[in-house]
């Protein structure tokens, strides 16, 4: 099903939507109102191929790669934790893809995810929905974020285990 996925950040969502929807073709998966705003997009069976992030300016956020093993991610998890400065996001399992990744720091000014384990969606019976539980089940620590917006991400992760979300 190709790559993976890429992630933009984009002044205003409701500007480009038409334009991957209506004109490129893409289909809604799911989307997210906070802690940001976030649209996902897919083309094929894979949960999405495209992300759009509402982050007030247009760019590239991440490239992800999507691998055969999960062992091939904690191969190179390990080699990646020998410069402290690589790994940007840790370990982590998002809640609307499943994907089990983290993220590394690029020679480019974009994060590259690598991962493995996304989700496939029956594309008859798909309906898009809003997610309201965080972006990950467990992990995916931000390296760059404040003290604030890393305890939100903490306890949006501690109330999905409480209320039991699982891939």
Same mark, same amino acid.
């Given at each position: 099903?190709?790559?993976g996925?890429?992630?933009l950040?984009?002044e205003?969502t409701e ?13 809604l ?5 906070k ?8 083309? /094929?069976q894979r ?11 247009n ?9 055969l ?5 904690? &191969? ?5 934790? /020998?410069?402290a400065?690589?790994?940007r ?5 998002h809640l609307n893809?499943y ?9 480019s000014?974009?994060l ?15 309906k898009?929905?809003?997610?309201? &539980?965080g ?7 931000r390296?760059?974020?404040g003290p604030?917006?890393?305890?939100q991400?903490?306890?949006?992760r501690? &109330?999905?285990?409480?209320d039991?979300?699982?891939a």
């Amino acid at each position: 099903l190709g790559l993976g996925h890429a992630v933009l950040t984009v002044e205003r969502t409701e500007s480009v939507l038409p334009f991957y929807r209506d004109v490129l073709g893409f289909r809604l998966s799911d989307y997210m109102l906070k802690p940001f705003k976030a649209h996902f997009l897919h083309i /094929n069976q894979r949960h999405h191929s495209l992300a759009l992030i509402e982050t007030g300016r247009n760019g590239m956020h991440h490239l992800m790669i999507e691998l055969l093993s999960i062992d091939d991610v904690g &191969q190179c998890y390990d080699i990646a934790l /020998n410069d402290a400065d690589t790994v940007r996001v840790s370990l982590g399992r998002h809640l609307n893809d499943y994907m089990m990744s983290f993220y590394m720091r690029s020679p480019s000014p974009f994060l590259i995810e690598y991962g493995w384990g996304g989700r496939m969606l029956d594309l008859d019976q798909w309906k898009p929905q809003e997610v309201t &539980q965080g972006a990950s089940l467990w992990g995916h620590e931000r390296s760059w974020l404040g003290p604030e917006e890393r305890l939100q991400a903490k306890q949006l992760r501690m &109330q999905a285990a409480r209320d039991g979300f699982r891939a």
